[in-house]
């Protein structure tokens, strides 16, 4: 369960087709789900824990919504999938909600939680089928009430990981790891190995051989909002440290995970979106549809089939033949009765062939850091979403790198965008660096750092280069300044007392180079200047705020061809 403080949004904006005709191109039809809808769950709630036991879908616990008014659940419901119906199990004895949980062939056990009121659990408990019945045991306690925890199963033992003391303040979350030997219990909770710095909570947890592997989560900032994490840990085979792996392709927090065979984990659902998308886009905006599915050998990750919703803090239960989703938080302050299953073998079915758009750029396409912009604020991951009603899903990959001129680019284009297999879009926005009058010392300078003339050819070739790897180049113009910028009163800029007097030369020059070229192109320039007030946009005078960047990203949408990007990846 999303914490309701934290939550942002996620509206299903319609694509548009508005484009310029070398970016229009026929939609494929997309393929059939492989997921089967299944009965759905007798009571919408979301945090759930689940599991398969004795050929049943047992869904225990999680939250919902009552007249405006959260409550907590003890309820216990199991699916038979002969009879294609639910029936009541033993409550849990006490209500929770995002327990951690995991199962063993028999058993299923949760650990922490927010209990009766939000705040944090510190129960265990364990649910058995005995002989006819079904019963709960009490576990030990944890040595300390912990909410938004994960938990897993290595071999005997039940970690549980990745939590927070307080439930409303995530900035409390915490590295430690916690392990209960379940043939011997009344040992009581071990402290095992911690995470590295930072604390976090609302991670996935799965185990696969002696391994643990913790993907996302999230941590608190000073304003108490979530940032989500795309850091991805491995608890190394002695059991003594935890060591980085790749990192996932996007930060996320509430997803669930679990091992669908020897080799690979399925990371499902969750919530991607920053802590202020919320007021932009509205109450879904940043619930995931998307399955990562992470190969412990190769450390690679690949798409799996997408959930047919978006939905966070999902329960996920493997069975022997088929893979079953149940309940979640499919926006905030909602919960979802949906109940989806499908077959091991399908996991991998992607239907038709993801386009790939990579953002080429500087610190503006970069984003991160500047003007109060966290990397799920930057344009090319608002893109992502604005498109995300449609299918096929894109990758979306945010190639920005502060600084970095059209020179530079040509150069950095060969690491960037050859090694990827194929491309279908690159977005091309540079001349902020190539313009500049003045070097970062600050040195002031007689002419630009890239010559105009050169500038055009530059981003001539880089255009050259695109369209024979096989891609459409999109051309962006540069974003104006304002007298914000740092330098604005010094140089050339107070000599000529218009800051923007050279970046509106190169802005003109990639407007006529897109036509010469016949490359679409993104009129970053004339987009903000139509909007009045245009300059509160840009706090530092040169880099747009999140807001600003999500004009940009509108303006890409508007000359992309109707597509559903459905994950972002950082370059490396």
Known sequence: MLPSIHRAPYILLAALCLGIAACLAQTPPAAVSPWIREPVLPQARGGVASAWLDGRLVVAGGSFWHEEQKQWSDRVDAYDPETRSWINLPPIPAAVASPGFASSKDSLYLVGGTGAGGGAAAGAWKLAHEGATWAWTALPALPEARAYGAAALLGDWLYFAASTPDPDDLQ???????????????????????????GRCLAALAAIGDRLYLFGGCRGNASKQAVNLSEALRLDAEGTRWEPIRLLPYGIR?????????????????????????????PGYGFERRML?????????????????????????????????????????????????????????????????????????????????????????????????RDPAPW???????????????????????????VDYVVIMYGLNDAAMIDGSPVERAEPRIPLAEYTENLRALVAEVRRHGGRPILCTPNPMTPAYPYASRGAYA???????????????????AEEEKAPLVDVDRVFRR?????????????????????????????????????TRDEG
């Open 531 to 567: 909007v009045r007030d245009w300059e509160k946009l840009f706090p530092d005078g040169i880099h747009p705020n999140a807001a600003g960047l999500a004009m940009i990203a509108k303006a890409v949408k508007a000359v992309l061809q109707p597509a559903n990007p459905d994950a």
């Open 293 to 389: 599915l992470y190969h412990v050998k190769r450390n690679r990750y690949r798409d799996g089939a997408p959930l047919p919703i978006a939905n966070a803090a999902v329960g996920l239960a493997l069975h022997p033949e088929r893979l079953s989703v149940v309940g979640g938080e499919d926006r905030a302050r909602s919960r979802t009765d949906a109940h989806y299953s499908i077959a091991r073998e399908e996991l991998r079915t992607l239907g038709v062939r993801r386009p790939l758009l990579v953002c080429l750029g500087d610190s503006v396409t970069d984003g991160a850091g500047r003007s109060g912009v966290t990397a799920d604020d930057t344009y090319p991951r608002v893109l992502e979403r604005i498109l995300s009603g």
């Open 172 to 198: 409390k979350a915490g590295r430690e790891v916690y392990r209960l030997n379940v043939l011997r219990p009344g040992d009581g909770w071990q402290v095992a190995p911690p995470l590295p710095e930072p």
């Open 495 to 513: 000599r000529a007392g218009d800051v923007n007097f050279m970046v509106r030369s190169y802005a003109t020059a990639v407007r006529k180079l």
């Open 396 to 422: 979306v990959i945010r190639a920005g790198k502060g600084g970095e001129n059209t020179r530079q680019a040509l150069q950095r284009f060969t690491s960037v965008v050859k090694p990827l297999p194929r």
């Open 254 to 282: 509430a997803a669930a995970a679990v091992s669908v065979d020897r080799d690979e984990i399925a990371i499902v659902g969750g919530y991607s979106a920053g802590p202020t998308a919320m007021e932009q886009y509205g």
